[in-house]
């Protein structure tokens, strides 16, 4: 069974960055697509970006331009890179993975990552 954790949120002030990482544990994710959610306060959780394992990647228009995902396959690793963060950002992030994309049936705890203004 593949564990996900996920690993690097904190928090930061608006304008920062932060490096999440999400390391799978059990057998290889190579062949998995990946993806970072986020769920904030009230809200319900949302998708962030995704990546195949070919490296084709989708990112939510939200954060397009911002945070970059990418994955180092050897290291059994999927990261994603936060950029010019914003409070609106403020969010627990959870990793994910599934062999076509959605619905995702693997599911990390969460980082929570927080943005002051």
């Known amino acids: 069974q593949v564990q996900l954790v996920e690993s690097g949120g904190g928090l930061v002030q608006a304008g920062g960055s932060l490096r999440l990482s999400c390391a799978a544990s059990?057998?290889?994710?190579?062949?998995?697509?990946m993806a970072w959610f986020c769920q904030a306060p009230g809200k319900e959780r949302e998708f962030v970006a995704s990546?195949?394992?070919?490296?084709?990647?989708t990112i939510a228009d939200s954060v397009k331009g911002r945070f970059t995902i990418s994955r180092d396959n050897d290291k059994n690793t999927v990261f994603l890179q936060m950029n010019s963060l914003k409070p609106e950002d403020t969010a627990v992030y959870y990793c994910?993975?599934?062999?076509?994309?959605?619905?995702?049936?693997?599911w990390g705890q969460g980082t929570q990552v927080t943005v002051s203004s």
């Open positions: 994910a993975a599934g062999p076509r994309g959605p619905p995702y049936d693997l």
């Open positions: 059990g057998r290889t994710v190579r062949w998995l697509v």
């Open positions: 990546i195949s394992w070919t490296g084709g990647r």
